[in-house]
């Protein structure tokens, strides 16, 4: 009699063949790249360094594509990019040291946004670690250590034998929801060192699912069914669960409006009858979801962004759905369902009844008129011209990435994505140079459509060395900077807390000839222009580089006090 825990897969005559005799030349490098296409890995992104070239020569004997950046950071966003865009855990590939913290700000975006990384570094040879003072170049007391308050989860391995285990587990961890980045780490010695394990041929790393609990989907469908006016705000674990489809078929159940963070963009259709857009941050709508007596909250943590800085106070019934155990009620009291969104939608849509509410589209009316007539009183036609005009240069099916700058900041309010994952910016975490490097990961993911970055000319100098990337790979992606000669945001902020700013102004090089020095095309616009210009770059094969010098201003906050 055979039991099923009885089974084994036993290898074909060619597995046994090949496992016994093993390709000569391989090194510990080689079992590292071998178990990434294991899993079903096609690209790799990361930098060179001496610790971790057992890993770069190994590639040279994959079927990898390797896509190598000019600063670790910036490797970081693109590979940030490249999971947000494909759903699938973008290896990393680092050095040791200087080489390994240069990527701490990127990792901490892929953390805040959830974006599935998975960072494979170097470690000083075997016999330094532990802890003393041995004189290795790049040597820290403890890597690890800089990274486990960052990460998901962090992986350590010390003999060729753990590697495929090792990074296996990390896929796993970065790809259960909710997503993040995690970290591996290998010494040079393991990796340099010849191997005769076998080729690693098959790895399952299935991700854990996370499914709500029946019970609290209960209660939630009959606080949802009977609610005189429920609410829902739809955060990025909807677009990251590919569950907008089921969010919309509940909405319109329930009769329920509809708020996306600035994370969810596009997990809700902007011109909906139900849909509230993105405006978090407005009197107006704080004022509508606290008026809610039951309010679902799905995918988010309702963090500072999306509470209107902290100000919203509901009054109703919360239900908050997420997958990060962390963020669950962790800034309201609720009704808490640790899930992930897509198949607590789905259990919500199994189990909720039809309700009817015929004022719902003319209260969502009557809000997005007030929203834009406090816009229009504050004269900032300008903004909303540009703003306007990329969306229409902009094809519909292309993504967007989206700097820490003015422009990205009116992006999160009022720029309708016009499908879930297709609009991305640094929100998360909130660090300059983000855009540029985003793109080109999201470009090699899918480099049959054009993609768009925007910048200021504060954030473009953290990412400028990228233009030789995106000319080295032919990467299809514009760059839109919007020169204003400093760190806009910041020179607004200044002068509203001080009455002048200080350490904002900044020296402005010409960054149409810079483009063109690295071999892009550049072109300098005007407002008047730019939805021209723009959609001509975004047309043209490769890169290119779309310069517009404005000085753009920011609606007047609401969490302030001011209307």
Request: charged share 15%.
């Amino acid at each position: 009699m055979t039991h099923d825990h009885d089974l084994v897969l036993r290898p074909t005559e060619a597995q046994t063949a090949a496992a016994l005799n093993p390709p000569a030349g391989r090194n510990g490098g080689d079992l590292v790249v071998e178990t990434l296409a294991g899993l079903g890995a096609t690209t790799v992104f990361g930098l060179p360094g001496q610790h971790a070239l057992g890993m770069f020569d190994a590639l040279r004997r994959s079927s990898l594509r390797y896509v190598g950046l000019r600063v670790e950071n910036n490797a970081g966003f693109a590979a940030d990019a490249y999971g947000r865009i494909t759903g699938e855990a973008a290896p990393l590939l680092l050095s040791t040291g200087p080489g390994a913290l240069t990527s701490l700000a990127a990792l901490h975006e892929a953390a805040s946004a959830s974006a599935p990384v998975l960072a494979i570094s170097s470690q000083i040879p075997t016999a330094g670690l532990g802890g003393g003072r041995h004189g290795y170049l790049h040597e820290l007391p403890d890597q690890a250590a800089s990274f486990r308050g960052v990460v998901k989860s962090v992986h350590t391995v010390r003999t060729q034998s753990q590697i495929p285990s090792a990074i296996a587990a990390a896929w796993q961890s970065a790809l259960t929801a909710p997503h993040g980045p995690v970290w591996v780490e290998i010494p040079q010695d393991v990796l340099l060192a010849e191997t005769s394990l076998p080729v690693v041929t098959a790895v399952d790393a299935t991700p854990d699912e996370l499914p709500p609990r029946p019970e609290l989907t209960a209660v939630a469908a009959d606080l949802l069914s009977r609610a005189a006016r429920p609410a829902i705000i739809a955060g990025g674990g909807v677009v990251r669960a590919d569950a907008s489809g089921k969010l919309r078929q509940l909405a319109e159940t329930l009769d329920a409006p509809v708020v996306t963070t600035y994370g969810g963009k596009g997990a809700f259709p902007w011109h909906h009858p139900l849909s509230l857009q993105s405006w978090l941050e407005d009197r107006h709508t704080t004022d509508f979801l606290e008026d809610a007596d039951v309010l679902l909250v799905v995918g988010s943590g309702l963090g500072e962004l999306s509470s209107n800085y902290h100000t919203f106070k509901p009054r109703g019934r919360v239900i908050q759905v997420e997958a990060d155990l962390g963020k669950l009620e962790s800034n309201h009291p609720a009704l808490g369902i640790h899930a992930d969104a897509r198949l607590a939608l789905q259990a919500l849509l199994e189990t909720v009844s039809e309700r009817e509410d015929p004022t719902a589209p003319e209260r969502v009316r009557t809000l997005l008129a007030q929203v834009s007539d406090r816009i229009a009183a504050q004269e900032l036609t300008l903004e909303q011209e540009v703003l306007a005009s990329v969306r229409r240069a902009l094809p519909a099916a292309s993504p967007s990435f989206w700097d820490m700058t003015i422009l990205a900041y009116w992006a999160w309010s009022a720029f309708d994505a016009q499908a879930p994952n297709l609009m991305h910016s640094a929100q998360g975490a909130g660090g300059l140079g983000y855009g540029f490097p985003a793109a080109l990961g999201a470009a090699a993911a899918d480099p049959g459509r054009p993609v768009l970055a925007v910048s200021g000319d504060g954030g473009a100098l953290y990412s400028i060395a990228e233009l030789a990337t995106a000319r080295q790979h032919d990467l299809p992606v514009t760059w839109l900077i919007v020169d204003d000669g400093g760190y806009g945001i910041l020179r607004e902020y200044m002068t509203d807390a001080f009455g002048e700013p200080t350490a904002t102004e900044l020296s402005r090089p010409d960054y149409v000839a810079l483009a063109e020095s690295f071999g892009v095309p550049g072109i300098r616009t005007s407002p008047e222009t730019l939805e021209t210009d723009l959609a001509k770059a975004l047309a043209t094969p490769g890169p290119s580089v779309v310069v517009l010098p404005a000085l753009l201003r920011m609606f007047a906050p609401t969490h302030l006090g001011s209307d």
